[in-house]
């Protein structure tokens, strides 16, 4: 089992980038904690800060894939002051985690898969296209797709162009279908939730990234939906 996770820091400030470098790490870590369960970056961009992500890519892979990824889907929190800024101030950094899906498996064509009927169409062309069945209705079963053809006078013809309309349409639908796809993991950038995170994560004590954080490890949310203070 395979499942793609994409973490984005979303439209936040540089922190949140900050936020999705530590928790890549953090749930690369859970998995490597689990049996027959391994993950792998796919794709990262760059923040703006040295060792900061915009966002990851992440290929889960093994029996407890879907398990471990289920885990990390929501809005998650990284709960540290900011390396950034100096004095008090906000210590909660939001990323969102979604589930996304990565391309588009093409639909393989074979003529063997289309039924062909010879039909009559109406229309111009003469006495003989009104009395032979010299159009075309072609089938391509596992689609469904469905296309008739009378532009020629004899029914081979018309097969052939039937055959090539076909694989168009078919290949049209497949680029439409990965422009879906492409489509819905940018709009994960701009679905982040602040706030009622599904997990929050904190530095290890005495890390230096820290600045002196007391909690370690990971709060989920309560069953009171209860969001962490600011």
Not at 140 to 158: A, M
Not at 166 to 175: N, P, T, V
Not at 180 to 205: F, K, N, Q
Request: charged letters at 25%; glycine letters at 12%; a positive charge.
């Amino acid at each position: 089992m395979t499942v793609h996770l994409l973490l984005s820091a979303g439209r936040g400030p540089q922190e949140c980038a900050w936020a999705v470098a530590r928790l890549v790490r953090r749930l690369e870590t859970d998995a490597g904690g689990r049996e027959k369960v391994s993950t792998r970056r796919v794709e990262t961009v760059a923040g703006e800060r040295p060792g900061t992500f915009l966002s990851v890519l992440l290929e889960i892979t093994g029996d407890a894939a879907v398990q471990l990824a289920d885990s990390w889907t929501g809005t998650l929190c990284w709960q540290a002051p900011s390396p950034y800024r100096t004095g008090p101030g906000r210590k909660n950094w939001y990323v969102t985690a979604q589930q996304v899906r990565i391309g588009v498996t093409p639909t393989v064509f074979d003529e063997a898969d289309v039924d062909f009927v010879p039909c009559r169409t109406g229309g111009p062309g003469g006495q003989h296209r009104n009395k032979a069945s010299t159009a075309v209705r072609a089938t391509h079963r596992p689609s469904g797709t469905v296309v008739v053809v009378d532009t020629e006078r004899q029914f081979s013809l018309n097969r052939g162009i039937a055959v090539r309309l076909l694989r168009e349409r078919l290949e049209a639908g497949d680029a439409a279908a990965g422009r879906a796809v492409e489509t819905a993991r940018w709009r994960v950038h701009d679905e982040l939730v602040r706030g009622d995170p599904v997990r929050i994560e904190r530095p290890a004590p005495g890390s230096g990234s820290s600045r002196g954080a007391k909690a370690n490890g990971t709060r989920r949310r309560g069953p009171d939906g209860a969001r962490p203070p600011e």
